[in-house]
């Protein structure tokens, strides 16, 4: 039974359904992004672009982090258990900060190469191959994007957000490298742009491994939920009947879901059960209403009116 004073309760956001969904759009970006890897790194070399290579290079990685959040879903979306009370969202966490490291290496790497072979003679100008592997790339990972975005929209998914914008990167990286092949083609002598697109493709890199990792380093420091999201809860806590006002709410993320607990203020004379039944008001109300939220404590105090 319920502790007097408090109500907990609600259920981790993953379910069997979303998990299909996960692995579904998952498994499919995985198989576009080794296809991508393989095209662009052919037609790199066939095409003498170093930037596509590089950009290859990324769809390559895109696909070890597709590999570590069809490995990872299972162990995250397990139910909560004795040594892991308050499920296993951080699990996501961990993951969907592997993911923004993961491209943060490969920025960095093919930034220093893109610097190191500035001053490298060229072949000659990239090929017209070069370029249709590039804007092949483009609509492919845009599309996949999308899809992905949206669907991590819908299951409250960080892991697989940051996966969706893994395939944006991607995309936009091979904008500069199919830039770069015009301009080289129109004008030969400008063939040192091909290594100017590969350093503004890892740049690119960097700034969404940034966007993957930033947010992802303040959950494990456990940074409470912001002013706004706070405010919304709050009022959602007062429209419940019998509840009077209500102070030190306190809300986390962890993984996917959302760890809510707060003080509401009720009647006085109250009995234990009739405290009990607010509190338990509360959290139905807290989780019917905000899916996100899977646990909820709430603590009961007696409403000093003279005070107000």
Same mark, same amino acid.
């Given at each position: 039974?319920?502790?007097?004073?408090?109500?907990?309760?609600?259920?981790?956001?993953?379910?069997?359904?979303?998990?299909?969904?996960? !692995?579904?759009? /998952?498994?499919?970006? +995985? &198989?576009?992004?080794?296809? %991508? $890897? =393989?095209?662009?790194?052919?037609? @790199?070399?066939?095409?003498?672009?170093?930037?596509?290579?590089?950009?290859?290079?990324?769809?390559?990685?895109?696909?070890?982090?597709?590999?570590?959040?069809?490995?990872?879903?299972?162990?995250?979306?397990?139910?909560?258990?004795?040594?892991?009370?308050?499920?296993?969202? !951080?699990?996501? /966490?961990?993951?969907? +900060? &592997?993911?923004?490291?993961? %491209? $943060? =290496?490969?920025?960095?790497?093919? @930034?220093?190469?893109?610097?190191?072979?500035?001053?490298?003679?060229?072949?000659?100008?990239?090929?017209?191959?070069?370029?249709?592997?590039?804007?092949?790339?483009?609509?492919?990972?845009?599309?996949?994007?999308?899809?992905?975005?949206?669907?991590?929209?819908?299951?409250?998914?960080?892991?697989?957000?940051?996966?969706?914008?893994?395939?944006?990167?991607? $995309?936009?990286?091979?904008?500069?490298?199919?830039?770069?092949?015009?301009?080289?083609?129109?004008?030969?002598?400008?063939?040192?742009?091909?290594?100017?697109?590969?350093?503004?493709?890892?740049?690119?890199?960097?700034?969404?491994?940034?966007?993957?990792?930033?947010?992802?380093?303040?959950?494990?420091?456990?940074?409470?939920?912001?002013?706004?999201?706070?405010?919304?809860?709050?009022?959602?806590?007062?429209?419940?009947?019998?509840?009077?006002?209500?102070?030190?709410?306190?809300?986390?993320?962890?993984?996917?879901?959302?760890?809510?607990?707060?003080?509401?203020?009720?009647?006085?004379?109250?009995?234990?059960?009739?405290?009990?039944?607010?509190?338990?008001?509360?959290?139905?109300?807290?989780?019917?209403?905000?899916?996100?939220?899977?646990?909820?404590?709430?603590?009961?105090?007696?409403?000093?009116?003279?005070?107000?």
């Amino acid at each position: 039974m319920t502790p007097y004073g408090s109500a907990t309760g609600g259920m981790c956001p993953d379910t069997g359904a979303n998990a299909r969904t996960l !692995r579904r759009v /998952t498994v499919w970006g +995985l &198989a576009a992004n080794l296809c %991508l $890897a =393989a095209i662009k790194f052919v037609f @790199g070399i066939v095409g003498a672009s170093q930037a596509l290579v590089a950009d290859a290079v990324h769809s390559l990685s895109d696909s070890t982090t597709d590999l570590a959040i069809l490995i990872g879903a299972p162990y995250w979306s397990a139910p909560a258990d004795s040594n892991h009370p308050y499920g296993h969202g !951080r699990i996501e /966490t961990m993951v969907t +900060l &592997a993911i923004g490291a993961a %491209l $943060a =290496a490969v920025g960095v790497g093919l @930034g220093y190469n893109a610097v190191a072979t500035l001053k490298t003679p060229d072949l000659g100008p990239p090929g017209w191959s070069a370029f249709a592997a590039a804007c092949l790339s483009i609509i492919v990972k845009e599309g996949l994007y999308r899809w992905t975005a949206a669907a991590a929209a819908r299951i409250h998914s960080s892991a697989m957000a940051a996966n969706a914008w893994h395939h944006r990167s991607d $995309a936009f990286s091979s904008v500069p490298v199919a830039i770069a092949v015009i301009a080289a083609r129109i004008a030969p002598d400008w063939s040192f742009l091909d290594h100017v697109a590969a350093l503004i493709v890892s740049l690119l890199i960097l700034q969404a491994a940034w966007k993957i990792a930033w947010p992802t380093l303040n959950e494990l420091a456990d940074r409470g939920a912001d002013a706004q999201e706070r405010k919304r809860l709050t009022a959602l806590a007062l429209e419940t009947p019998g509840v009077h006002a209500v102070h030190a709410l306190r809300a986390r993320h962890i993984g996917a879901g959302l760890q809510v607990d707060l003080h509401v203020l009720v009647e006085p004379d109250l009995t234990v059960r009739e405290g009990h039944d607010i509190a338990g008001a509360v959290r139905r109300r807290l989780t019917d209403l905000e899916p996100t939220i899977y646990d909820v404590l709430v603590h009961i105090e007696p409403h000093d009116h003279g005070a107000s």
